[in-house]
């Protein structure tokens, strides 16, 4: 079955670039979610989209920025990068329903290092 | 103080042993009460999730919610050493649907089932 798509898998930047995450959701899923996990934390959540329009913001800084694209695939820009973004980077997709669980998929995660 | 607090462990047992993974949290607004098991430099993966209170088995895990006491056990009996990973708790106040779904997780108990 296909999974979530998460590119790169690995990123190294320097203080003060940008880096732009990609995501592609499992097929027919209209909901995708970003995380940032840093060494030995739980997953922190950024931002969610859902049908191309932002659904819900958490603790993202004012330096990043994300998009869904009409394929449905995200993006998530960060500029004036940081030592301390460097994380783990997870993208999850779902399908809305009517009820229940809307489950959330997890990508692979990206691996940003900011030296 | 986080939403979600859970034992970081480690925790380490032998083959065949009863492991119970407990997570305790604030926010009463949480309906959806999720376990994910994460393995190294992997995407968390849905185990079990239960909605307000009560019980779910399946299989070897049982998870349990006692909304009263803000508590979520999960239990795995006859443990196994393919069981040794990171688990998470997660939860959220809505099913994801069309609204808001983001996880608020625990910190991961990290577990070594070791033969």
């Known amino acids: 079955a296909a999974g979530v798509i998460q590119s790169p898998r690995h990123l190294i930047k320097e203080k003060r670039e940008t880096a732009t995450l990609k995501c592609y959701p499992i097929p027919r899923h209209d909901t995708v979610y970003w995380y940032q996990q840093g060494p030995g934390q739980d997953p922190q959540f950024l931002i969610s989209?859902?049908?191309?329009?932002?659904?819900d913001k958490g603790s993202i800084p004012d330096r990043f920025s994300a998009q869904q694209f009409s394929d449905y695939h995200s993006e998530l820009n960060m500029s004036s990068l940081e030592l301390g973004d460097s994380a783990l980077y997870f993208c999850?997709?779902?399908?809305?329903?009517?009820?229940?669980?809307?489950?959330?998929?997890f990508g692979p995660g990206t691996r940003l290092t900011v030296l | 103080q986080k939403e979600v607090e859970q034992d970081p462990g480690p925790l380490s047992v032998p083959e065949g042993a009863i492991v119970s993974l407990n997570c305790t949290y604030s926010n009463s607004a949480f309906q959806y009460f999720m376990w994910y098991r994460q393995y190294s430099r992997k995407g968390p993966e849905l185990l079990m999730y239960t909605y307000s209170s009560g019980n779910k088995e399946d299989g070897r895990f049982t998870a349990q919610v006692d909304k009263s006491s803000k508590y979520i056990s999960l239990f795995i009996r006859d443990s196994q050493p393919s069981d040794s990973a990171t688990y998470l708790c997660?939860?959220?106040?809505?099913?994801?649907?069309?609204?808001?779904?983001?996880?608020?997780f625990g910190q991961g108990t990290i577990l070594t089932v070791h033969p």
């Open positions: 997660a939860m959220s106040a809505t099913s994801g649907g069309t609204s808001y779904g983001k996880l608020t």
């Open positions: 999850a997709s779902s399908l809305s329903t009517s009820g229940g669980l809307s489950e959330q998929f």
């Open positions: 989209f859902y049908e191309k329009m932002q659904s």
